[in-house]
């Protein structure tokens, strides 16, 4: 995710990082005054309209169209930064998750017991990066982490991770309810917590296997490639070549509410917009290192 100072506003005007959508759509924005300028050139050099020309009335028309696709495309924005707000939020609550997680087993665990103490700091940090690595795959059942687990070797990485990694630690805490380490009350107290990580998980799963349906996304494309197409002709006549820099605003605009929109509406890539989710397992184990040492 890229950091930036909010308030250093020539800085973020006149530099172009990578995450700018400017450096992405240069070409198409020359293309698109390229475009504009033949246009311009015809109507205005070559062709002899009379005054009631319809191609002179198109401005009132693409007034219209301007409020139809900006309403579109803030319903789009939104909708995308909802589901990017929604996949920070599972995460903060996998973060308090498993900081509670965490401490609840220092209260119940006595300083001496170093085995199970070793195996929880290695455990619960173990589910957030197998999250990462799951929610980073091009599919989320399949082609996981293909290197053996750095503490927990005996991973299946043709199945779920998450879930295994969940279930190890079911199965330890049971075992340990069975040997009167912990006691049933305990057992209770710490399976919210369990049962919290696998509720993150789903969450995050429904995210990123639910795009914005295909249908509605091309429509916008379509709509703004007409819209552009088709601006030229009815203010050509009005702005000459003042209109290629305008155009080609206006496509800039457009297309880049649109790439931004497709850029968070899946936060768990590996786009600059997306979340940290590498570096927030890696707080996750710090926190949880410090809890449990």
């Not at 300028?37 to 009631?52: A, C």
């Not at 190890?168 to 990580?197: P, R, S, V």
């Not at 184990?285 to 809890?291: A, S, W, Y």
Request: with cysteine.
């Amino acid at each position: 995710m890229v950091s930036y100072n909010t308030k250093a506003w020539l800085e973020n005007v006149f530099l172009v990082k990578q995450a700018d959508t400017f450096r992405v759509l240069l070409p198409l924005i020359g293309v698109v005054a390229l475009y504009t300028g033949i246009i311009v050139y015809i109507e205005t050099g070559w062709l002899t309209l009379p005054e009631n020309s319809s191609l002179k009335h198109l401005t009132a028309i693409h007034t219209l169209l301007g409020f139809v696709i900006s309403m579109l495309l803030v319903f789009r924005t939104n909708t995308a930064y909802d589901r990017w707000w929604e996949g920070r939020k599972q995460w903060g609550s996998l973060v308090n998750c498993s900081r509670n997680f965490a401490i609840k087993i220092n209260a119940f665990l006595p300083r001496s017991d170093s085995k199970n103490r070793h195996f929880f700091r290695n455990i619960i940090p173990s589910f957030a990066f197998a999250l990462q690595r799951h929610l980073h795959a091009e599919t989320t059942r399949l082609e996981l982490d293909l290197t053996p687990h750095p503490e927990i070797p005996d991973f299946d990485h043709t199945k779920h991770v998450p879930n295994q990694v969940a279930s190890l630690i079911a199965t330890k805490l049971n075992l340990m309810y069975k040997d009167n380490t912990i006691t049933g009350d305990q057992l209770i107290i710490i399976n919210a917590e369990l049962q919290t990580f696998l509720d993150v998980c789903g969450a995050c799963e429904r995210i990123k296997n639910t795009p914005i349906p295909y249908s509605y996304s091309v429509f916008i494309k379509k709509f703004i490639f007409l819209y552009i197409v088709t601006l030229p002709f009815g203010l050509a006549f009005t702005l000459h070549y003042l209109l290629v820099p305008v155009v080609a605003l206006v496509f800039y605009v457009l297309a880049s509410l649109e790439m931004i929109a497709e850029e968070i509406e899946d936060p768990f890539g590996f786009d600059p917009n997306d979340l940290p989710m590498v570096k927030m397992a890696q707080n996750i184990q710090k926190n949880i290192i410090d809890i449990l040492t």
